[in-house]
Structures are given as C-alpha cells and as structure tokens.
C-alpha cells in the first residue's frame, strides 16, 4: 500500500510555465519533507512543513501542507531547464522517524 | 560543513560475497538511518540507528543484513552472501534529533553491483 501518492508522475513543460505537484495521503503526517534526486545521487532537501497550513516559499518554489496534514503541493513559478528532476515528497508520522516516501514527480522542462 | 559521507559511491561483488557500505553522519547529528532504493522502485526505509543502538530495524530482511553505528567511527550496513537482488542504490541519512519536525538529510549513495 503506497501511503504518499504523488501526481502527476510525468511533466513535461516549457520554460517560463507554472506548475503544480501533488502529494496525497490518507494519513497524516506529523511533517512533510521535500527533495529533489537527480540520476545517480541522492535525494537534496528542499524544505521541511511541519504546522498544519504551513506555507513556504523559496524564490520560486513555494510549498504548503494541508490543514489536515494529509497532503502537501509544491509550486514553481516561471520554470527554468534547471528544475528539471525527480521531486519527492516524504513524511513522517507521529512518534515515527521512518520517512515514506511518495511516487514521485518527473519534471522535464524544455527550453 | 561537510554533508552526509558515504562510501564506496560504487561497489562491485561476486554473488556470496559480503558486502561493507559506510556513512558518516553529518556534523552533529547523532541520528542515522538507512534507506535502499531498487532499480525502477523508490526509496525504502531499512533502519534507524543512534549511537551503540539499533531504534528501529524493521524494514531490514531478516537474514544476511546488519547494521551498526558505534561510539567512535561511521554507521556500517553489511550485507551478508550477496545475491543479484541485492543490487541497488542504498543511502544513508542523519539528522540531528528526532520527532515532530525532524529535519533529514541524504548522503549520495552507494550503488552495488552484484555479478
């Protein structure tokens, strides 16, 4: 059973777009995190959300937790060829330090 | 300040060979964890470890499979008479407390082959 489930898998857009990826559960979590992997590395925190609402925003990446705390969503405006990644969201549940982590966002963006 | 130290990046062995994968936590962190990621899959959560303890082992199999973080030196994940499932990308995390707001950072990795 996949506990985070992230859409949408794949993304394919042009610079300059906006986008919006998803991270749902049926759970919740007491944070969220999250990373971007590139081939062959490992996973880069992004950000961490850890108050129900949250929102944070890094230049042009902003990120929210659900009130419920049973989702997240990031955000990126004016996408640019170096976003291009593998995004993950992951979380941690109460008196939990196991980090499940979600499907997955493959984000290409074409010049 | 130096990150989450893993190594060898890459690691190759005959099948039934043993295999040593070592990480070194980041500065101040006394937290470690183990996470395998197989080909096509995601990550995957092995073990938590503290120093001289083992918190949480149970996403590690039961056979071949140990971990250890002693007082002085880096966490190790052995693997025991390797098979070709064994093959993936395993990472190591630290962080520098536990519980609501845990902040967790990956090193890049070790990938083994086994041939």
């Known amino acids: 059973t996949q506990l985070l489930e992230q859409s949408p898998q794949f993304l394919s857009i042009q610079e300059g777009e906006n986008l919006t990826v998803y991270c749902n559960s049926s759970?919740?979590?007491?944070?969220l995190q999250w990373y971007r992997q590139e081939p062959g590395e490992g996973p880069v925190l992004l950000v961490t959300?850890?108050?129900?609402?949250e929102v944070k925003k890094l230049k042009r990446l902003t990120f929210q937790f659900g009130d419920a705390r049973k989702d997240s969503s990031l955000h990126i405006t004016a996408a640019q060829p170096g976003d291009t990644g593998l995004y993950l969201c992951?979380?941690?549940?109460?008196?939990?330090?196991?980090?499940?982590f979600g499907t997955g966002t493959r984000l290409t963006i074409i010049p | 300040n130096a990150g989450v130290m893993q190594n060898p990046r890459h690691l190759v062995r005959r099948r039934g060979q043993e295999a040593r994968l070592r990480c070194s936590p980041m500065?101040?962190?006394?937290?470690v964890y183990w996470y395998r990621q197989l080909p096509e899959e995601g990550l995957k959560f092995m073990v938590y470890?503290?120093?001289?303890?083992?918190?949480?082992e149970s996403g590690m199999p039961k056979e071949r499979f140990s971990a250890e973080f002693p007082k002085e030196g880096p966490s190790i994940l052995r693997i025991q008479q390797v098979v070709r499932g064994d093959s993936a990308a395993y990472f190591c995390?630290?962080?520098?407390?536990?519980?609501?707001?845990?902040?967790?950072?990956f090193g890049e990795g070790s990938w083994l082959t086994v041939v």
């Open positions: 995390a630290s962080s520098p407390s536990k519980g609501v707001g845990n902040t967790i950072y």
């Open positions: 759970s919740v979590f007491s944070s």
């Open positions: 959300v850890v108050t129900g609402g």
């Open positions: 992951a979380g941690l549940r109460f008196g939990n330090e196991k980090l499940t």
């Open positions: 500065k101040g962190h006394s937290h």
């Open positions: 470890l503290q120093k001289e303890n083992i918190i949480d």
